[in-house]
Structure formats: structure tokens, C-alpha cells
């Protein structure tokens, strides 16, 4: 007997009138006055479920097949046919049922087939994936890690994993999660009386990375094209429904090249990003803009044909301030934009992407590069209609003189940083590189109001129970 | 003029004659005496680095072409020729040399054109990429993460990031490191004197993950098939040549699955791996079988050229107490196998891998499942040549009075574990999985003796400055 999975059986790759066996969990049954009960059943492989015609005459019909509730485990065997139903490619039209798991008391199991809140399926995450919504995120979130795979090393990058427990703060600031062995209850302290790290575990203080980039350059500065995916930690900010304390990031860096390369590759890679998922997931995203986003594949089809726009910082700044628009936060050269400015930009003014280039250098990080004005650093942001900054990059301080003097005035040690000013000291390059953070992205394909529905477990106070 | 990589210009993808610019770093310069000089460039594309022929008349030549050192980065433009050199496809016959970075006192870069031991140079951690031996790895490595992806995506998986941050204990056992943001030199203290986690970030104790497999189980129990691929951490055992503090695992999981299809999923896996290093990275193996592990190449082709022998547990211990070896640790029905007995098996008794099954149940994870002779659970030990265990994996305990049972036998408390019984509960089936350190891998497939040169940047007591 061929086992098949419901993606496959309801595809048409399985000949019609071949006996499967297809194993899943029932979303729903209706037993009909004919005297026969559909039972769909779901699998995960795909978006919909397929569904099981199960005839009065089996064996467990009565005992069991009419007693299956939602999130029961089934395997069911018999012959594909065409479905009569609306929508559907084919049915099973079952010969056996084979009941593998129950639900005990099924009145006050979690996942009942309807609507859910999403505070409460955050609460049972172990059990969400059950549902339609927290399924089709799954399958998008996979579809848009593997074209963030795919995409890199189609165009020659190589995946570096950064160091996740680190000594050192890569933004010079942020809130950082600590790290140790130490025990808590009987610390072990210096002649001064200060806690005495050099007893921990890697002999010295350590935290949870909170960005990969600085080690990621180093790897650049040899193999020229290189990213990071993997998770990084802000111990900060998680009470809103935009940060999370635990999210992946997506860090790519390219040797010999400036901001506009920066810009170049950021849009590539996005729209890469957003043609698979509707290559790949239209199942999933014909459910997202029904019950979740109308506009939400629409919109990615927007994204995916109009060409970026570019904007310097500075005349970003005129136009708001000549935009007649009122908004909550001042506009004023040299502070930074908020929300509702870069929304305003790429959703009222342009009206699609914007790429904001060459910000003021005292609200940007101490290793962006020092342009010739002398006012403003190589910084970018990506801004998108309906989310506002997507992607923040820029090209890096290649030039050790000046990066020793932007530490200085970010009031960073040299000394913690050798190895970081040792690559401007051999071999350096003008390089650039941007940062992402993927549950951002997944927030924004799949038109989350709540980025703790974009990973599987949300982290967050409360919600590190699993 | 267009810009190319070195793989690109050496791979004859370029029209011979044709124009073009490459850019990296210098590996090493040689003046002839026919007033010409021969600079190797590698941007880290491949593994070969390119000829650039620059001769005495380029505008710089005496000035910079003459002072170049390792490790100095240039951008070369010419004319991409057939080599007269042996090996070599093509070479640029340079018409501009541009020196983009000079090294800083050549004398004292850390990375000559010579051999470095492996001790010096996991203290450059951040330079040692300039290697031939570490762009290998990284290349090596990157091309293992991207065919682990392909695999799961293509067999019809999807990838799940379970937690980092977590409050539980995925083997029971372990130790792990804290995860906290309490003021260690002002901890909160509870009435009765302890430490309060109720004030710390989480309000709770919190700890990073040894393994994502019982949060990846709660996704299998609804997408059937679904895999991780993150960081995992462990607080031991961080002196020895086979284990790191932070390292990556790959678990994948299947529903409707016993012990049996997660072997042959192993095994797939497995040589599915090692064919596409063998044909995407070739030129990386061919050093490595040069220079660090002779076999390097036929060990990996034998290892997807033969089918895995499975033995059972019980029979292992029978032959290797009828092997007439003598064996440092003792052989006997209820121990653990040591490294010594699972090479015998592998590389003396079968000479190819092979899958060992059903262990006695006290040596074993709670949550494998027991057998049906109350003596031994349905785990797997996967053994290759050359390295002993490279996978460990089980069928899961699906029955949830066995599970109870199993956990109060190893003083654990199901309450801590509610939402793990709960898919037990709730449309149990029979599923399976397996674990592999992704560095494990790296160290096999490059033939490294220390797991330490086998990730960018090692993690480990006074080797976490990064």
C-alpha cells in the first residue's frame, strides 16, 4: 500500500482510482443522512485537508469512525476519485480506518474547529500549529527561510554561524541577556568584593549575542561574500507586539562594495524572497489574504514588480517637512525617523519601496562609514508600504583612523575591539552589509498584527514556559 | 569592465580574452627575473586562488606591485588567459594593479604563507578564514547547511526553530548554562533568602536549550514532518578535542513512524550529504585529502556506496565480548557502549556504518519508547568509520502511562512537563527522530581532530574574546 501525504494525494501526482493510505488528524466530521461520514483530514503537508467518504459498512463505523472529533490521529486507507465537492482535486473513498490516537475528553481539548483568539493559542503554542492560521505560517516561515538559503547560494555566499554566547556588544548599546555557570545562591567574589567572572564558565563575563555582524566581517574580509541566519537576544522592548527577546537574523556582508551595492543586493534579495512564496505557498497565502490580509498577496506582486526607490536622508527630511502633513513626532535634520515618517513615505509619497540613504552620523552605529561631508554615515533603510523599516544596513568604517575616532566618540575601548580594528590593519576593503530580522519578515508576508505569532514559540515574559 | 570572481574567472564561464577585473587578497608575490611578477589572489570564492601576471610596466609597479605582501587586498584588471602553470585553468594578465589595503607591518601579520598551528590560530579566530585550511572548512561547512536544508525541503519537511531560551531540560540531565538579566552584584532575594527569579526577565529561571527535539515533537504531532537546525549548548566536558560549549543540531522528526524508517531516514540523510560535498567541493576535499586526512575523499564515497548494517544491541554486546579484543571498558548487557566498542563494530567487525538498535531501557532517555520487552527501548546509535557515533536517535514514547511511568523512574516531574504529555493526549501517534551535531559532521567530512576548528569562532574558556 503506498503511503501518500494529503499535499501529494490532493495534487494529482497520484493516479485517480489507486489505492493510498494517507495518515493525518481530523479537522472536522459530518455524518450524512445516507448513512456515510466525511471525515477531513489533515496532515500539514499542505493547506487544505483531504476529504475521507467513510461508507457505513466498515468494520468500526459505528464504534469508532462516528466517535472521531477534531484532532483525532487517523490512518485511512482506499481508492482516490475526482472529488464532487467544489474546490477540491480529489477524496478518499476510505476501505479502512484506522483510528492511532484519541483525544481524551474532547469537549476541553484546546483546538476545536473554530476561531481562536491568538492571546490564547499563544498560550498552548505546543498545540497551534494545529490550527489553519499557525499551519500556514509554518509552511510560509519554512518557504521563506529556504529562499534566504537558496538565494545566498545561488549568488555565491557562504552561510557563517556567528558566535551566539559572546563577550562583546555589537551595537555599542541594547539591552543584553547575561550568561553563566556562576551559582546564584553562593557567588564568588573578588578581594574588592565585586562578582568574580573569571570563575565562569569561559573564564570571563559573557552575554547573548544581539547581532552577528562584527563577526561576520571578518569572514567577509576573506571569502568575500558571506551571511549569517541564526538567532540573536535584545533583553528589551518584548512587551510590545513588535520585538521579541529571542528572533533570527539575517545578516549578509560583501566585500568591495559600497552603499548603492548594499541597496542593490537588499532589493534583490527581497524580491526573491517574496516571488517564492507565492511560487511555493499560494495555498497558505489564498488563506492569508482571505481570512487574515486582504491586500496580502497583492501587495507582495507589488512589492516583487516596482523597482526600489531611492531617497537621501536629508531630502526625506524636506519632503516631510513640506509633506502638510501633521505628525506626532518632530521632523528636524539630524533626528531620527520614526514610524510614522518612513510610513508616510513609502505608503503616501512613493507609494512602494524606499531605500533612505546617508543619515546623520550622531544617530547611527559607531561602525557605519564616514561620508565626505563629514555630517552623515553610509546608512541605509529599507521602508515598505505596510510596515515601514524593513531592512537596515550600510556600508562599514574601512579606515582604522577614523573608526578609532568614531569609538572614541561613541565611547567604545579600542581594546575590546582589537581583533575588529585587526582586519582594518590587513587587507582592508570597502565593504557593506545589511541586517533583517526574519520574524519581521514573516510578520510582514503574512500580515501578523503580532510578531510573537511568527515563531514557533514565542519568547517573552510569561511565555517561556515550554 | 566586468567584475569576477575567481571561481568564475578560473572556471573558463569567462570568454578567454576577455576583460574583466578580479578582486581579493594576496597569497603571495614573486618577482622573475624576466622583470615581471607573479601575484596569487584569492577572494575565497574557491579554493584555488588566481595568477595575476603583472608586469614591470604597469604605472605602480615599482612602488606597490613590488611591495605586495600577503594578506594586502587588490583589485586587478586584464585579461583572462589560458595558464602555462600546471593546474590552473587561466591566469589575468594584469593591465592595472589598484591596491585597495595595505598590511600593517607585514613582518607581524599573523597569517604568512606557511603552515600555523592549529592552537595559534583559534586565537585569531577572526583571521584564521584566510587560510587555505579554514576557507576549506567554511566552504565545506557552508555546503553541509545548505544540503541538510535541500534535503528536509525536498523530502517534504519543514524547518522549525524551537526555543533557545527555555525553562526545561530536554534530557533530564545536563548541564546548562543561566540565561538571566538580574543584577548579580544586587540579586533579588525571596523571604526565605533565595535568589527570585520572579523578578528576572522571564519571571522565571531560564536556561539555554541542550536540544529542540521535545519542542520540534510537538510540530511533528501536527506537520508530520518537520526538522531543526539551530544552536544547542552544553556547560561540560568544553576541554576535550570532541566537545563544544555551543554547537549545532539538526533533529528531524516523523509522524506515523517507528524505529525502522527513522534508520532509513538517517541513512538517506547521510550520504545525501556527503554526495553533494563530494561533488559541489571538490577542490576543497582534494586538499583535504592532501593535506589533513589522506581518505578523505574514498571514506566518504564508500560511506554512500554501502548499504548501513543494523545489529541489534544485545547482539553488539555478544560479538564484541566474542571479538577476542581486549578493551579498555568493560562489555556487558546494560552498559553504554564506549567510542573503543562502537569502532570495533564499524570499522573492524562490519567495515561500513552501521545502525545499532534497542538499548537497554536504563541507559536511555525517558522519552524513547519501551519495547515490548520491558527491557529495551527503541533507540539508535548511528556508527561510521572514523569517528564512532555521529547520530543518536529514537522512536518516542507515544503512550502516555508509559511515558508517566518512564518520567517518575527518572524523578521527573510531569507537571513541568504538562504541555509534552498534553500531545499525548490529544491524537497521539507513533513518531521517531534522531539528533547529529552539525560540527560532528564538519569534523568527519574534513578529517579535523578538534571539533574546535570545525565552527567560525570556538566557544570555549579563554577562547571566547569574539
Redesign the interface.
Known sequence: MA?V?V?QALSGSVAPGKEVTV????RTRRDSKAGLSFVNVS???CFAPIQVVAPADLANYEDEVKRLTA???V?ATGTLVPSQGQGQGFELQATAIEV?????DPET?P?QPKAHSLEFLRE????R??TNLF?AV??I??CL??AV?RFF?EQ?F???????????DAEGAG?M??????D??N?PRTGKG??DFSKD????E?F?TVSGQ??VE??C?????VYTF??T?R?EN?HTTRHL??F?MIEPEI??ADLNDDANLAEAFLKYLFKAVLEERGDDMAFIAERVQKDAITRLQAFIDAPFERIDYTEAVSLLQNSGHKFDYPVEWGLDLQTEHERWLTEVHVGRPVVVMNYPEQIKAFYMRLNDDGRTVAAMDVLAPGIGEIIGGSQRE?RLDVLDRRMAQFGLDPAHYQ??R?????????HAGFGLGFERLVVYTCGLANIRDA???P????????
Not at 23 to 26: A, E, H, L
Not at 221 to 225: E, F, G, H, I, W
Not at 422 to 430: L, S
Request: include cysteine; glycine fraction near 10%; charged fraction near 15%.
Open positions: 503511503v501525504s499535499q495518515r493525518g488528524w481530523v496532515d500539514g503537508s484532532g483525532c490521529a490512518i492511532s490516537g484519541w483525544v481524551d481539548y483546538i498552548v503554542a505546543h498545540l500549529p494545529r499551519g509554518t509552511r516561515r519554512h527561510a529556504q538559503h547560494h555565491g557562504y552561510w557563517i554561524s556567528t558566535p551566539i554566547i559572546t563577550t562583546s539591552q541577556f547575561r550568561v553563566s555557570t556562576l546564584m545562591a557567588l565585586e562578582v564558565f569561559f573564564g570571563k559573557t547573548l562584527l563577526n571578518a569572514y574580509l576573506a571569502l568575500s561574500k541564526g538567532p537576544f533583553a518584548s527577546a529571542e533570527w566585500a568591495f574601512e581583533w575588529y585587526d582586519f582594518r590593519r590587513y587587507g582592508t576593503v570597502p515563531i514557533p514559540y519568547r517573552a515574559p510569561g511565555l517561556a514556559t515550554f
